[in-house]
Each structure stands twice: as structure tokens, then as C-alpha cells.
């Protein structure tokens, strides 16, 4: 079976620490990095994953799994896009788009 490629959009918050966020994200994207099996790019509104879907699966329940246990609350939404013709598409999604505003 042909492994599937995914690229995310992933927001991970908790309500439970006050109108800062930055120290829980901060714990969420350090647990991001750590995994080499998937690419990880920082946003200011959340984070963008890409991998196989088992490794950005596994990514998220592990998020969920460390993060549950010690807050009320945490929030996790997962915006998921498959295109089976193209991996690398955190830069390839970018230069594409910026190449497309140079001929603007």
C-alpha cells in the first residue's frame, strides 16, 4: 500500500493558563520538534506539519496524550489537505505562490 502524504495545519491551545498562550505553545512545539519524522514549520497562529499520516497521527496523540493529564482543557484542531502527486509542500507551497506574485 502507498504511504500517504499529508500537510497540516495544526493549532494546539489549553484555556487554563490566561490570555497568554506562548508558554503552553511553546511546550506544544518544542514535543514538534523533537519528532524527526515530520517537517514543522512555526506560525504565528498555530503550526504546519507535514509527514505520512501515521507519523502526523502518532504526532497528534502523543500532543494529546502528554498535555491532557495536566490541563482542564486542551483544544486541538487538525486541518488536513492530501495531494498524492506532491511532498515537500511546506516550501513548495510558499515558493509557488511567491513565484506566481513576481509575474504580478
Not at 504565528?44 to 490541563?71: C, H, K, Q, Y
Not at 487538525?78 to 507551497?93: E, H, P, Q, T
Request: a positive charge.
Amino acid at each position: 500500500m502507498q504511504d500517504i502524504h499529508v500537510i497540516c495545519e495544526l493549532v494546539v491551545v489549553t484555556y487554563d493558563i490566561g490570555p497568554s498562550l506562548s508558554p503552553f505553545v511553546s511546550r506544544v512545539v518544542k514535543l514538534i520538534k523533537e519528532d524527526r519524522r515530520v517537517e514543522h514549520q512555526l506560525c504565528p497562529m498555530g503550526s504546519v506539519i507535514e509527514g505520512r499520516w501515521e507519523d502526523v497521527m502518532n504526532l497528534v496523540d502523543r500532543i494529546m496524550r502528554t498535555f491532557a493529564p495536566d490541563f482542564e482543557r486542551v483544544g486541538i484542531t487538525l486541518k488536513v489537505d492530501y495531494r498524492r502527486s506532491k511532498k515537500d509542500r511546506i516550501r513548495g507551497k510558499v515558493q509557488s505562490v511567491e513565484e506566481k506574485m513576481s509575474k504580478l
